[in-house]
């Protein structure tokens, strides 16, 4: 199984401060990497998939980057809706896995 | 509009069976992948089990394999997980979730909003 690794765990951020999480796989996984947003009690939310396609619908300051092992989200300039915890998932093999999340709290 | 509405969970004594739904709707389920996807009471996300849109290839989690059934009745639109033999750890909010149903890759692009089953005495 390939194993995803994300950090940090969590994060402190103001609004306004652009902000890094990064995600590593335990094996080349070219492109097949998405993002989620998770808020306390709904359903994940892709942000970004493929590596570094957005979403219909998500804002622009919303990026992504990365191939093969080494995988960065990028939140340009944070807002207070962008506080919630952050999943990375491979769909390059079967099983989908998924990395522990990035907290990311207001400071 | 795309929706997809979970049922089927609730309490169960650990060795027990649960019989999770979901109802699809605003989309050709019949031509689409589906999955379930886990998350345990404060922790991250897990993926489940996958069935294709003609059932011919299904994959499990290890977690899972040889106690949970996954399975989908195109007809009426449901995708439907058979967990027998139910443990502690089994305790989460599951979600069913498309893959790759928009212009997204192969995403989960779209959720349920999710079915709680709790597993103890």
């Known amino acids: 199984d390939i194993q995803m690794t994300q950090s940090p765990s969590s994060l402190s951020a103001s609004v306004g401060d652009r902000v890094t999480i990064t995600c590593r796989a335990s094996?080349?996984?070219?492109?097949?990497l998405n993002w989620y947003q998770q808020k306390p009690g709904k359903a994940p939310k892709v942000l970004i998939y493929a590596a570094s396609s957005l979403q219909s619908g998500v804002p622009s300051r919303f990026s992504g980057s990365g191939s093969g092992t080494d995988f960065t989200l990028t939140i340009s300039s944070l807002q207070p809706e962008d506080f919630a915890t952050y999943y990375c998932?491979?769909?390059?093999?079967?099983?989908?896995?998924f990395g522990q999340g990035t907290r990311l709290e207001i400071k | 509009e795309v929706q997809l509405v979970e049922s089927g969970g609730g309490l169960v004594q650990p060795g027990g069976s649960l019989r999770l739904s979901c109802a699809a709707s605003g989309f050709s389920f019949s031509t689409h992948t589906m999955n379930w996807v886990r998350q345990a009471p404060g922790k991250g996300l897990e993926w489940v089990s996958y069935?294709?849109?003609?059932?011919?290839?299904?994959y499990y989690a290890d977690s899972v394999k040889g106690r949970f059934t996954i399975s989908r009745d195109n007809a009426k639109n449901s995708l439907y997980l058979q967990m027998n033999s139910l443990r502690a750890e089994d305790t989460a909010v599951y979600y069913c979730?498309?893959?790759?149903?928009?212009?997204?890759?192969?995403?989960?692009?779209?959720w349920g909003q999710g079915t709680l089953v709790t597993v103890s005495s």
């Open positions: 979730a498309t893959e790759g149903l928009g212009y997204s890759g192969l995403s989960f692009d779209y």
């Open positions: 069935i294709s849109s003609s059932s011919s290839t299904i």
């Open positions: 998932q491979q769909s390059y093999s079967t099983p989908r896995t």
């Open positions: 094996q080349s996984i070219s492109s097949y």
